[in-house]
C-alpha cells in the first residue's frame, strides 16, 4: 500500500523595477516526501541591477521556511 504525501505547493515570479520577470520559483513541502525549493534566474545582469529582489528572495526563503514548519515533527 502507498503512503499518500500530504503537503503544500507555493510557486511565485519575481519581477525588476521594469515589470520584467527576472526569477521564478517553485517549492515543495509536506508529509513522506522529500521538500524542494527550485529558483530559475532568468537573466543575470538583470537580477544583478535589481534594486529589490534580494529582499524578495530572502522573504521567499522566510516563507518557505515558514510553510514546511507546519509538516515538521
Known amino acids: 500500500m502507498a503512503i499518500k504525501a500530504t503537503g503544500e505547493t ?3 515570479e519575481f519581477t525588476n523595477e521594469d515589470g520584467e520577470v527576472i526569477v521564478s ?4 513541502v509536506g508529509i513522506n516526501t522529500i521538500g524542494t ?3 530559475t534566474l532568468l537573466d543575470a545582469q538583470k537580477i544583478k541591477d535589481s534594486e529589490t529582489i534580494v529582499e524578495e528572495l530572502k522573504a521567499l526563503i522566510d516563507d518557505v521556511l515558514a510553510m514546511s514548519d507546519k509538516y515538521l515533527n
Request: cysteine-free; proline content about 0%.
Open 37 to 39: 525549493m527550485t529558483l
Open 25 to 28: 520559483s517553485s517549492a515543495n
Open 10 to 12: 507555493m510557486n511565485r
